[in-house]
């Protein structure tokens, strides 16, 4: 079985503790579940029981970073910073980095765009922080 990309690799990181959240799979009956956890969490059973986030469902979490990183970037403000940094209008912006960027591609794609303007994402027990890297926008929206 072929091991897939994990889009938030780098990125996710664990907000109890603030390690690495690494990506991980078990396979059971023949099927892969991909999954992210806690470094400090994977290490020792002790530090196991500790942590509340211990590890999530790798679609669960990759679907709410998606979904908020696209959220933001429709936002009024992340859409004139952008527009100053590239020099392009705001409509030509929100047009770019709209959903035709995120649509269709794969997750090696999606991992290398997200990787260019997300500095991290902190999960928390009842939220995700996204902190965004604006100085990656430029080079994004020159490719598309």
């Known amino acids: 079985m072929?091991?897939?990309t994990a889009p938030l690799k780098?990125?996710?990181r664990c907000g109890h503790c603030g390690t690495a959240m690494?990506?991980?799979y078990t396979v059971r009956n023949k099927k892969k579940y991909l999954y992210y956890t806690c470094h400090r969490h994977a290490r020792s059973q002790a530090e196991r029981s500790e942590c509340p986030i211990g590890h999530l469902a790798a679609g669960m979490v990759e679907e709410m970073v998606f979904r908020n990183v696209r959220a933001a970037l429709?936002?009024?403000e992340i859409v004139a910073s952008v527009s100053r940094l590239t020099g392009l209008t705001p409509t030509d912006v929100a047009q770019e980095l709209g959903d035709r960027v995120w649509d269709g591609i794969g997750n090696g794609e999606r991992q290398r765009l997200l990787a260019s303007i997300v500095k991290e994402a902190v999960v928390h027990e009842d939220k995700i922080e996204i902190t965004l890297n604006t100085a990656g926008f430029?080079?994004?929206i020159q490719e598309v």
């Open 138 to 140: 430029a080079p994004l």
């Open 22 to 24: 690494m990506p991980m």
């Open 2 to 4: 072929r091991f897939q």
């Open 74 to 76: 429709a936002l009024p």
């Open 10 to 12: 780098g990125i996710l």
